[in-house]
């Protein structure tokens, strides 16, 4: 059936998403801008046998996301980044006491939590929450990706002050993790 007249087709929006952090709080959801889903990239061994080559799978690496905010006096976003450095267990090294701190894996993945990127319906085709008209007052969440232990790779506090922009201060972080789990609004997928 083409997807004119299938009532219920929906296709994904760029513009419809989440993403939270457990461990930051949820002000921070409000305040992305961007994000990129996750991506895998799978090597590949090649087995040479006479004037043939043949190719086998070997390790997958996940690809970095990268998550955009806008920075505001409140929440702060730049202060809650630099506060989960510290919460890594990065000490400053102004004194010989603090050259001995140091970053742990437990720490540095406590320290955001959990991160997922959620994909958002419109409200009205996949039963996001309605009002008693049975007007959306929510979406639905179509599929969501979760970061296992997700780490911070960079933060960038802005970029280009100048006197004569008049834009707002973006922060632009860069996080690693193991792998990701994904999941539809029919379950996960395994």
């Known amino acids: 059936m ?22 930051l709080g949820d002000d921070l959801t409000y305040m992305v801008t961007s994000v990129n ?6 090597g590949s061994t090649a087995h040479r046998f006479l004037n043939h080559q043949f ?3 070997n390790i997958v690496t996940w690809d970095d996301v990268n998550v955009s905010f806008i ?11 630099y506060q989960a450095l510290l919460n890594s267990g990065y000490l400053n090294p102004s ?6 701190g140091a970053l742990t894996k437990r720490a540095t993945t406590d320290s955001i939590g959990l991160v ?25 969440i179509i599929d969501e990706w979760t970061l296992i232990n997700s780490m911070i ?11 004569t922009d008049d834009g707002m201060v973006n922060v632009a ?5 193991d792998y990701a789990e994904y999941a539809t609004n029919q379950g996960t997928i395994a």
């Open 153 to 163: 790779l960079s933060v960038k506090f802005g970029e280009g002050m100048s006197y």
């Open 37 to 42: 889903k996750p991506g895998f990239t799978v």
């Open 2 to 23: 083409p997807f004119f007249t299938n009532p219920t087709f929906q296709p994904k929006r760029n513009f419809r998403f989440q993403v939270s952090f457990s461990g």
């Open 71 to 81: 920075d505001a006096v409140d929440p702060n976003v730049g202060s809650t980044f």
């Open 116 to 140: 997922k990127i959620r994909q958002l319906d419109g409200g009205e085709v996949l039963g996001g929450s309605v009002n008693s008209a049975g007007t959306p007052t929510q979406p639905a």
């Open 55 to 57: 190719n086998f799978p």
């Open 173 to 177: 972080i860069s996080l690693k993790y």
């Open 95 to 100: 004194t010989i006491d603090r050259y001995k």
